[in-house]
């Protein structure tokens, strides 16, 4: 089946520095990713829906300047968190469609912890 | 819009017991319907699927049928065990796009 991956797994940060989150496809092309982002025990939210080779499209209210993203390659997206704050502390999750298919296949996520 | 509205939990049941956790959704069109697991500090599982009316999806002892006069797509599993404790997230897809919208998950403590 269709696999997904994310690292780092998790990752603590001082505030004020920036946190790189990777999102990769393993066994397939991935033309579409998406990034979520879930608190404790909530439901995921669409953070942006990422397109490989142009900009990502962003959900009202998530500032594209904070969060960037960037899908260079048709296995690899990344989910920049610039200038972290504790507030941004979440757990950050990333699927990808398998093309001509409209199921999404999520990653195993990233807790990211701002000091 | 589209929108997903399942039970709210938490859930507490014993070995053995019947499981039912509510979703019903809405949507222009046809959507897929999914029901995804998540074990703690996991990332999301898919655990069963329905892309049309009165499709059956079915896995590891889990169904949920997909019935458009009612716009629902309930969980059910007939004997639970204490391995099936996480939180079951319904969702849905519209047939014409990407966009992935998913209830407000349900809390599932099976125990011994």
């Known amino acids: 089946g269709a696999v997904v991956s994310q690292h780092p797994s998790w990752v603590i940060c001082k505030s004020g520095t920036s946190v790189k989150i990777e999102c990769r496809s393993l066994d397939f092309q991935a033309t579409t990713m998406f990034w979520y982002r879930q608190f404790p025990k909530q439901s995921l939210m669409l953070m942006a829906t990422?397109?490989?080779?142009?900009?990502?499209?962003?959900e009202q209210g998530v500032e594209k300047d904070k969060f960037l993203i960037n899908h260079a390659s048709l296995t690899l997206s990344t989910l920049t968190v610039t200038s972290a704050h504790p507030e941004d502390s979440s757990f950050y999750i990333c699927?990808?469609?398998?093309?001509?298919?409209?199921?999404?296949?999520f990653g195993p996520g990233t807790r990211l912890t701002v000091l | 819009g589209n929108s997903v509205t399942q039970m709210e939990g938490p859930v507490t049941l014993s070995e053995e017991a019947f499981l039912t956790i509510n979703c019903t959704y809405t949507?222009?069109?046809?959507?897929?319907l999914f029901w995804y697991v998540q074990y703690p500090g996991e990332g999301l599982q898919l655990l069963l699927k329905?892309?049309?009316?009165?499709d059956k999806g079915s896995n590891k002892g889990f169904e949920a049928t997909y019935r458009k006069e009612t716009t629902s797509f309930h969980l059910e599993k007939g004997s639970v065990q204490v391995s099936d404790s996480a939180v079951y997230f319904c969702a849905l897809t519209p047939y014409n796009n990407n966009d992935m919208r998913f209830g407000a998950g349900t809390r599932l403590t099976v125990k011994p």
């Open positions: 949507a222009t069109g046809y959507p897929s």
């Open positions: 990422s397109n490989e080779g142009s900009k990502a499209t962003y």
């Open positions: 699927s990808a469609r398998v093309p001509g298919n409209n199921e999404q296949f």
């Open positions: 329905a892309t049309k009316a009165d």
